[in-house]
C-alpha cells in the first residue's frame, strides 16, 4: 500500500508497513473477548483468572500472590472497573469494547479557533493538567478502527461508530510505577496496570469533557474502539518494539495509553522515529525472558499465530494464545517483557539518560552490552516492607 501517499509518507516514518492483504480487525477477535466465547481459550483458568479480580478464586502460593497483593491490584482497578461498568446492562463494557459515554453535552457556542498550534498546546496543558504522562496528535484513520465492536450481552457483532465531523486523535500515555513494574510477575504488579487504568479513565474524559465545553465534539476512549498503538505512534509518542510496546524516549515501555476522537481544529504531531527498531533487531532479551516464548524472534513478519493477530501488516508479532495462556495460570497479568526491557529505566537519572543516547546510536551493541546486567525482578515483600 505505498502510492507516495502522505498517509503512506506518514506510516513510514511511524514505522508502520501496512501490505495488500491488511484488513481492519473485528474487536470480538481480541484474546480478552475471546476468552468469554472461543472454546480454545476460555478454560478453567481464564474462568478463575477473571474470578480473581473479584477475590473470588484467589492463589495463595508464593510472594507476590497473598490475599493483600491482590487485594491491592484489584483496588487499583476500582475507578476504571467503576466507570466500565455503567452501561452493563446495554452491552456497553465501555473503556474495553465500547467508546466511553459523554457526561457532558457539546456546548452551543464554540470557542474560535483561529490558531491550531496554540490550541495543541493549551489541549496538551490541560491533558498533562489531569495527570497524562505524554500527549502527541495526529490525524483520524480510519484503518486503525475496529471492523465491529461486541455487545457483550452475547458478544455479538456490533456497530462501531464514532459522530459526525471527527478530525483528529489525542493520544494520552500514562505512565506505570516503575517499583511495581520491577515486581513482575506477581499479583502485586498488577496494580500498576490497574492504577495507570484508573487514572488514565478519570484523565481521558476529563480531557474530552474540556474539549465538549468548548463546543466541540470529544469522544473519550481506551481499548476500545481503535487500535491505539498505531496512533500513538504516528502521535509522535514513541517506536515500535519486539514486545509489542511503544517505546518512549521519556518513560521506555511503562505507558498504558488512551485516546480522544475529536472535531476541534488542531495541528498534528510528526511520527518520531528514534532508533529502538534498530536497537531490537539486535536485542532479544523480552523473547528470551517469555516463559512461554509467546514473543517472536528474527524479523518482523506479516500475520500471526492465530485470528487475534492483525491481518496484512509487517510487524513483530506476539503469540496471544500463549500468552494470555500464562496470565491464566497466574491469575494475573505478566509483564516480564516490559520489565526485562532495557528501555525500562528511570531517564531522570543522567546515567540513564547517557545510556539512551547510547543505545540510540550506532553504537547500539555496547549499549546492550551494558544492560546485560538488569532486568533481575524484585521482591514483592520487599516493595511492601519499604
Keep these: 500500500m505505498q502510492d507516495g501517499s502522505s498517509a503512506d509518507i506518514a506510516d513510514t516514518r511511524a514505522g508502520i508497513d501496512v501490505t495488500e492483504g491488511f484488513e481492519p480487525f473485528a474487536q470480538r477477535n481480541d484474546i480478552f473477548t475471546r476468552a468469554f466465547w472461543d472454546p480454545t481459550v476460555r478454560t478453567r483458568q481464564t474462568d478463575a483468572f477473571f474470578a480473581s479480580y473479584r477475590m473470588e478464586a484467589t492463589p495463595r502460593r508464593g510472594d507476590g500472590f497473598s490475599q493483600r497483593d491482590f487485594a491491592l491490584r484489584n483496588a487499583s482497578w476500582l475507578i476504571s472497573d467503576i466507570m466500565t461498568d455503567r452501561f452493563a446492562d446495554q452491552g456497553r463494557r465501555e473503556g474495553f469494547q465500547a467508546a466511553i459515554s459523554a457526561d457532558t453535552p457539546v456546548a452551543p457556542v464554540q470557542v474560535d479557533v483561529t490558531d491550531i498550534q496554540e490550541m495543541s498546546k493549551e489541549i496538551k496543558k490541560v491533558a498533562s493538567f489531569f495527570k497524562a504522562s505524554l500527549c502527541g496528535i495526529t490525524a483520524l484513520d480510519p484503518r486503525w478502527h475496529y471492523a465491529s465492536r461486541v455487545d457483550t450481552r452475547d458478544l455479538s457483532?456490533?456497530?462501531?461508530?464514532?459522530?459526525?465531523?471527527?478530525?483528529?486523535?489525542?493520544?494520552?500515555?500514562?505512565?506505570?510505577?516503575?517499583?511495581?513494574?520491577?515486581?513482575?510477575?506477581?499479583?502485586?504488579?498488577?496494580?500498576?496496570?490497574?492504577?495507570?487504568?484508573?487514572?488514565?479513565?478519570?484523565?481521558?474524559?476529563?480531557?474530552?469533557?474540556?474539549?465538549?465545553?468548548?463546543?466541540?465534539?470529544?469522544?473519550?476512549?481506551?481499548?476500545?474502539?481503535?487500535?491505539?498503538?498505531?496512533?500513538?505512534?504516528?502521535?509522535?509518542?514513541?517506536?515500535?518494539?519486539?514486545?509489542?510496546?511503544?517505546?518512549?524516549?521519556?518513560?521506555?515501555?511503562?505507558?498504558?495509553?488512551?485516546?480522544?476522537?475529536?472535531?476541534?481544529?488542531?495541528?498534528?504531531?510528526?511520527?518520531?522515529?528514534?532508533?529502538?527498531?534498530?536497537?531490537?533487531?539486535?536485542?532479544?532479551?523480552?523473547?528470551?525472558?517469555?516463559?512461554?516464548?509467546?514473543?517472536?524472534?528474527?524479523?518482523?513478519?506479516?500475520?500471526?499465530?492465530?485470528?487475534?493477530?492483525?491481518?496484512?501488516?509487517?510487524?513483530?508479532?506476539?503469540?496471544?494464545?500463549?500468552?494470555?495462556?500464562?496470565?491464566?495460570?497466574?491469575?494475573?497479568?505478566?509483564?516480564?517483557?516490559?520489565?526485562?526491557?532495557?528501555?525500562?529505566?528511570?531517564?531522570?537519572?543522567?546515567?540513564?539518560?547517557?545510556?539512551?543516547?547510547?543505545?540510540?546510536?550506532?553504537?547500539?551493541?555496547?549499549?546492550?552490552?551494558?544492560?546485560?546486567?538488569?532486568?533481575?525482578?524484585?521482591?514483592?515483600?520487599?516493595?511492601?516492607?519499604?
Excluded at 478530525?167 to 515486581?183: C, F, K, N, Q
Excluded at 495462556?325 to 540513564?352: E, Y
Design 157 to 386: 457483532d456490533a456497530p462501531n461508530s464514532l459522530p459526525e465531523g471527527i478530525t483528529s486523535v489525542i493520544v494520552l500515555g500514562h505512565e506505570m510505577p516503575a517499583d511495581l513494574v520491577d515486581t513482575y510477575p506477581a499479583a502485586l504488579a498488577g496494580a500498576a496496570t490497574g492504577r495507570a487504568y484508573s487514572q488514565e479513565a478519570a484523565c481521558v474524559m476529563q480531557t474530552a469533557a474540556y474539549i465538549r465545553n468548548l463546543g466541540y465534539e470529544a469522544v473519550p476512549s481506551m481499548n476500545d474502539t481503535a487500535l491505539v498503538i498505531p496512533y500513538a505512534l504516528k502521535a509522535g509518542l514513541g517506536e515500535y518494539a519486539r514486545n509489542q510496546m511503544v517505546i518512549t524516549p521519556e518513560f521506555g515501555p511503562r505507558l498504558r495509553f488512551s485516546k480522544i476522537f475529536t472535531s476541534l481544529p488542531l495541528s498534528h504531531d510528526d511520527p518520531r522515529p528514534i532508533g529502538v527498531r534498530a536497537f531490537c533487531d539486535i536485542c532479544t532479551k523480552c523473547a528470551d525472558a517469555c516463559p512461554v516464548k509467546a514473543l517472536p524472534y528474527g524479523d518482523p513478519e506479516v500475520g500471526g499465530a492465530n485470528v487475534s493477530a492483525l491481518k496484512g501488516v509487517r510487524k513483530w508479532t506476539s503469540d496471544a494464545e500463549k500468552c494470555f495462556g500464562f496470565w491464566s495460570k497466574l491469575a494475573s497479568d505478566c509483564a516480564i517483557c516490559m520489565r526485562v526491557c532495557p528501555f525500562n529505566r528511570d531517564f531522570t537519572q543522567w546515567r540513564h539518560r547517557l545510556w539512551l543516547r547510547l543505545a540510540l546510536s550506532p553504537l547500539r551493541r555496547a549499549a546492550l552490552w551494558l544492560d546485560r546486567q538488569r532486568g533481575s525482578r524484585k521482591k514483592p515483600s520487599a516493595w511492601w516492607a519499604h
